[in-house]
């Protein structure tokens, strides 16, 4: 599977999004993740990510190894304002914007020049 990593925070440029074949990358409040369940591994993401925020699960740096589990958090747990987890809908066209992070990402400091 592909994971997202800090590098997106605050950025969500979304071209990810418009190369998925299978519409498996949901949009969060500050960040992007990668549904495990429903990803082909086909790596269309990867190349076109503008930050180079994407990479496959056994590529992502060392100082990135916590964003392989927070990707699993954003579908198996419940996040605040939801009242049950988002697990695997069939497609994030379906959910559109989720509207909330993980805590992980949620705690992060806002860039600067965010956009969002």
């Known amino acids: 599977m592909y994971v997202i990593m800090e590098g997106c925070v605050d950025i969500l ?10 519409d498996c990358i949901y949009e969060g409040d500050r960040a992007s993740y990668i549904n495990p369940a429903e990803c082909i591994d086909c790596g269309a993401c990867e190349p076109v990510c503008p930050v180079d925020a994407i990479a496959y699960v056994d590529q992502v740096p060392s100082n990135q190894q916590q964003h392989i589990d927070d990707n699993r958090v954003f579908f198996q747990t419940v996040l605040a304002g939801r009242s049950q987890p988002l697990s695997a809908p069939g497609g994030a066209g379906g959910v559109g914007r989720v509207g909330v992070d993980t805590p992980l990402i949620a705690a992060l ?8």
């Open 13 to 22: 440029d979304q071209t990810c999004v418009q190369n998925c074949p299978v």
């Open 109 to 116: 400091p806002r860039r600067e020049s965010a956009s969002s």
